[in-house]
């Protein structure tokens, strides 16, 4: 009897390790997969621009870099096919600054910025 027992509870505690690793799997997979995202996000980001007039971007771009970078213009802009912007801003220090925006105003993460959530 006691060795039924003692087989009983060996049982119960193997199927409580195997599901601790089934879900320490889960859990590494999630982590994949947020890492793919980030990738791609990355890849998208530095993706082939072509230069365009500052004229031709969009008003919701222009809107968010009027609201989000005091006194900065679009010295130079540039737009890939799947209609991202990559501008380049004179600050109002007089300093250079690239951001990156989709055609609605919101903004891209670069590679810089998604290096560090990478580590």
Same mark, same amino acid.
């Given at each position: 009897?006691?060795k039924l027992f003692f087989a ?10 195997? &599901? ?36 031709? /971007? ?29 501008? /380049? ?12 925006? &989709? ?17």
């Open positions: 009897m006691k009983t509870a060996l049982a119960i505690g193997s199927l409580t390790v195997v &599901n601790a690793q089934d879900a320490a799997i889960a859990q590494t997979s999630t982590d994949d997969v947020t890492m793919t995202q980030t990738v791609d996000a990355q890849e998208t980001v530095a993706q082939d621009f072509k230069e365009v007039k500052a004229s031709e /971007v969009p008003k919701p771009i222009l809107k968010a870099v009027a609201n989000d970078h005091k006194g900065a213009t679009v010295s130079k802009a540039y737009k890939n096919a799947k209609g991202q912007y990559k501008l /380049v801003l004179a600050t109002a220090d007089k300093k250079e600054k690239t951001v990156y925006a &989709n055609s609605k105003g919101e903004w891209l993460q670069t590679k810089k910025k998604m290096s560090k959530n990478m580590n």
